[in-house]
């Protein structure tokens, strides 16, 4: 079983700076992708930026310069975090942790696994 303690969300106004983070527990062996995804009202789920365990990164183009993903895998520690800075009204959204190619064992196979969400709103 995964646990996700996700924090850092809240209320900011336009051209501020926000950071997210998500710390992931449990009894696991590894994680590929660690990531956020938004969702904001009426619209899908939408990744934001991700992080493999090579250090590279992939981002939208809609944060790309603004938003700095990041993960800290030292001593049993599996946290992502996301820096989000100049921030927009239209990056208001519920943001999502997630981690892919999750494996249990060395022999499992990856799988896909969801944070509750954590609400960012951009408004003055």
């Known amino acids: 079983q995964v646990q996700f303690v996700e924090s850092g969300g809240g209320l900011v106004q336009p051209g501020g700076s926000l950071s997210l983070s998500c710390a992931v527990s449990?009894?696991?062996?590894?994680?590929?992708?660690m990531g956020w995804y938004r969702q904001a009202p009426g619209k899908q789920r939408e990744m934001v930026a991700s992080?493999?365990?090579?250090?590279?990164?992939?981002?939208a183009d809609s944060v790309r310069g603004r938003f700095t993903i990041s993960r800290d895998n030292a001593n049993d520690r599996n946290t992502v975090y996301l820096q989000m800075n100049s921030l927009k009204p239209e990056d208001t959204a519920v943001y999502y942790c997630?981690?892919?190619?999750?494996?249990?064992?060395?022999?499992?196979?990856?799988?896909?696994?969801w944070g509750q969400g954590t609400q960012v709103t951009v408004s003055s």
């Open positions: 997630n981690v892919d190619g999750l494996r249990v064992t060395i022999l499992s196979t990856g799988v896909s696994r």
């Open positions: 449990g009894r696991f062996f590894s994680i590929e992708t």
């Open positions: 992080i493999n365990s090579g250090r590279s990164t992939n981002y």
